[in-house]
Each structure stands twice: as C-alpha cells, then as structure tokens.
C-alpha cells in the first residue's frame, strides 16, 4: 500500500516525494516542491485490494485489420506539413510556445478553416473570455466561420458539453494549465490537476474519436510546464518558436506518432492574423548585408524542405582575461568544436578574441552541414575578408579537420540556384551534381584549403 499523508510533487518534472526538500533529485530544480493530496486513482481502475479478477481479453497479431483513418486537413498547408498530413481523429496534440508568440492565433485559425468546411469544432479557453476571443475572430475576418465557443475551465463539464449533439471533428483546449477536475484534490495549476485534466480529455479523445489539441505554456528555460507526463501520454507535441522581434513564426515537430518530426512550418505574424511563408529562404535571407565580413550564406535543410539562411559571426580582439563565446540560433558546443579545429588545423588564433556567433532572422540551426558556413564567417571576420558574393555554404567539419559530405546536398544546391546564387562551397566528397544546377561548385576536403581560400581575399594586412 502506498503511504498515505501528504505529498510533495516537482512542478517541473512531476516527481512525488513524502517529505519536502529544497532541490528535486529527479531533475535538480530547487524550490520546486508543493505539497499537493495524493493523486486520485485513476476511475474505474481497480482496488490493489486483489479480490477483483482481470478481464481475459484477446491478443491480436500485428499483422490485421487496420484501417487508416481518414487524416483531418486544415488546409493551412505549413501547419498540415507538420501535423504530418492533417490532424488524425482520436489522437491528442500539444502545442507549446512562449506567451504571445500566437498559439491561440494559430488555433483559431485552424478551427474556422475547419468550421468553414462544414466539420463541427469546438474552442474552449480557459485563459481568455469569450468576447475576447471573438474579438481575436473579428480582426482575423474570421467572425462569421462556425465554430462553437465556449471559456470554461472545468473538464468534467467540459466533456459533459462536448457529448451532447454532433461528435467533434476537433477540441481545441487553450490552455491545459487553466483545467482543472473535480476528481483531484489539488490546486488548478499544479502539476496533479494539470495531469489528471490531460488523463481526462485524452480518455474523451480516443473514445470518442475526436481530434483533441491541448495548448501547453511553456517555462523560461523552453520546457512544456507541468509535467514531462503530459508529453508522454499525447500522439504528438508541437512546439511554436519565434524571437520576439521577427514577425516569422516556426512550428516544429518534436514528437509525432503518426509522421515525421523534422518539418517545419513557416508562418508570419501579420495584422490578420498568421500568414504561410512558402518560401522561407527568401524571408530569411531579407536585408542581407552581402559587402561586410563576417557573413556567410548556409544552405540547410529543415526536414524535406531546403532553408537558406545567413550565418554572422563577429570576431574581435578581447578585454577581458577570458575571451566571450556567445552563440544566437547555434550549438554552443559546436563552435567551440568548430573554433577548435580552425585553432588546430587552420592556423588561426583566436585565443584573445570574443567570438559572437548569430543565424540571421533567429532561426535556429540544429544541423552539423552548417559547420563550414561558420568556419567560412569565422575565418572572414577574423582576416576581414569579404566572402565571394552570392555564394552558399554546407558541410560537416570533422575533428580532423576533414570536411565531409552531408545528406541532400542535391536539393541544397537547387534551392540555392533557385535563389540567384552563383557558387557553392561544398565537400569534396560525394556525390557528383553534373553541372551543379549552373552553380559554380567549389569543393574542399580540408578546413585549410577552405581557410587558405578565404584568407587570400583578406584586404592586405597582416592574418593573424
Ligand atoms: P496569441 O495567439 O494570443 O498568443 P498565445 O496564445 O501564444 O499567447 O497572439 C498574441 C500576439 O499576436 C499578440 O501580441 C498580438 C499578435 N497578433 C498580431 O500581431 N496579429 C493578429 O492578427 C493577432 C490575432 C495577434
Ligand atoms: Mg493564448
């Protein structure tokens, strides 16, 4: 039997311990333990008292019946491109995001596009009232789309409502830390309410059939609050990133049972509401200082889809005893292996220089192909060599100094040629691209070929 008495629940991780202490074990944050009642067995699940038998059920083959349910389309292309091809029926998503950056926007969007299409869909909120979240409508021109609203908080009232009538295509509920359930004895907010309100509505959802989407708040340091449990028992989580200065939007996928979780979606923040970015490139490379040092142009791929955009970098003599690495939209880790290798193998000394590192636009690069597109920004903002106008960038820099291929590389090109480049500097190693889409292909095998390269464009000084 478990003890009984009070507990005390980690509101980051959901770790339950029977005493209070300053720091959690589990995940290392301090002060985050609430003392919180028991949380209530999960209803209709069994005593432990051992008198109650199991049901005897049958087992199937994995070899079956399945049928493929037809996929929910929002006809948001960039949203329905992350989703996997549309929302499926009876599976749960959360969506997390900063405040502001535009969820409910998203949200509300999605839902009229789908009202408008004739399928019953449902919005409630817990954080907005329902005049507010008309009002959102209004300026969208999205007013007049048939969506059924409703600002209730309570999730035993909430699925009460949602049973009656027409079953709903799709339950939007903004924001899973408003809900709370009557089951459990704990402050809405906490880590048990948010939890059993989640077990609730995910019940609702694969019993039902219909498509459920929980918005999530997310913490300062980019964890979905609450518990890391509400992610595990959702088919998929989506995360809704932007830097507050840029209008652009990025949905990205980070678990999905049901597609890939590499795609991106692009939106713009407009005053109607999110518009789709179907060429991403060319937001991000916008306002492109291409005479300066320091700038180089990197050829990504976001999932299927190639992105374009420009990597800075600052390289400059230090103050202070322990020069600054600061990276924006990059590996912290990775540059310094980057750096290491151009203080090893190209020669290069950066030991009394700060070293800033920025991905234009506050896209945020996750792949090892950019490590040449660094290293090219590095070694020309160090000699104050101006890179080769219109050319683009990929490749994995090995600690050996080697530079290796990477995946796509075909598409990267096209996207580049696409986009008005005239050059590519890229492994030597490889496939063979022909002609290379008309681009001129540079290709280098070494970090001291491509520093050589570049440091022979360096105004005459002395390179240090
Ligand atoms: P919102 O969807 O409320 O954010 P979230 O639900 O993630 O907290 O969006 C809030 C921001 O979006 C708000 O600061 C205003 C801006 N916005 C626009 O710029 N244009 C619009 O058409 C709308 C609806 C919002
Ligand atoms: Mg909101």
Known sequence: ?????????????????????????????????????????????????????????????????TQDAPRI?????????????????????????????????LLMQACAALANSGQRVVYVS???????????????????????????????????TLGQGQRP????????QTMWSGEVESAPGTVT????????????????????????????????????????????????EGEGAHSFRVLRGQKNRFGATDEIGVFEMTGKGLSEVSNPSALFLAGRDQAAPGAAVFAGVEGTRPVLVEIQALVSPTSLG??????????????????AVLE????????????YLNVAGGLRVNEPAADIAVAAALVSSLTGAILPNESVYFGEVALSGAIRPVSVAAARLREAAKLGFGAAFLPSGGADFGDGGGLNLRRFGHVTELVADIAARAPRRDVK
């Open 322 to 339: 322990t020069p600054r690495r600061a990276v924006v939209g990059w590996e912290n880790s990775r540059l310094a292996m980057v750096l």
């Open 193 to 240: 309410q948010v939890r059993g309100s989640a077990q609730s509505l995910i019940r609702y959802a694969k019993t039902s059939g219909a498509c459920l989407i929980l918005v999530g708040h997310v913490t300062k340091d980019g964890q979905i609050a609450g518990p890391r449990v509400v992610e595990h028992m959702v088919d998929a989580v989506l995360s809704f």
């Open 1 to 65: 039997m478990a003890k009984r008495g009070p507990t005390y629940t980690c509101q980051a991780c959901g770790a339950v311990y029977h005493r209070w202490q300053g720091k959690c074990d589990a995940c290392g944050t301090w002060s985050s333990l609430t003392e919180e009642a028991q949380a209530a067995p999960v209803p209709g699940a069994r005593g432990s008292s051992g008198k109650a038998r199991g049901r005897v059920f049958a087992l199937e083959t994995l070899k079956g019946e």
């Open 169 to 176: 295509a799709l339950v939007v509920i903004d924001s899973i």
């Open 126 to 160: 817990g954080e907005e009232s329902t005049g507010q979240v008309r009002l959102r409508a209004e300026r969208m021109g999205l007013a007049d789309a048939p969506v059924d609203l409703a600002a209730e908080t309570n999730v035993e009232d909430i699925i009460a």
């Open 344 to 355: 090893t193998h190209g020669g290069l000394r950066l030991g009394q220089h700060d070293v």
């Open 73 to 105: 389309v929002s006809r948001i292309g960039e949203l329905d491109r992350v989703t996997g091809g549309g929302f499926v029926p009876g599976s749960v998503l959360l969506i997390g995001g900063d405040p502001g950056i535009g969820k409910s926007t």
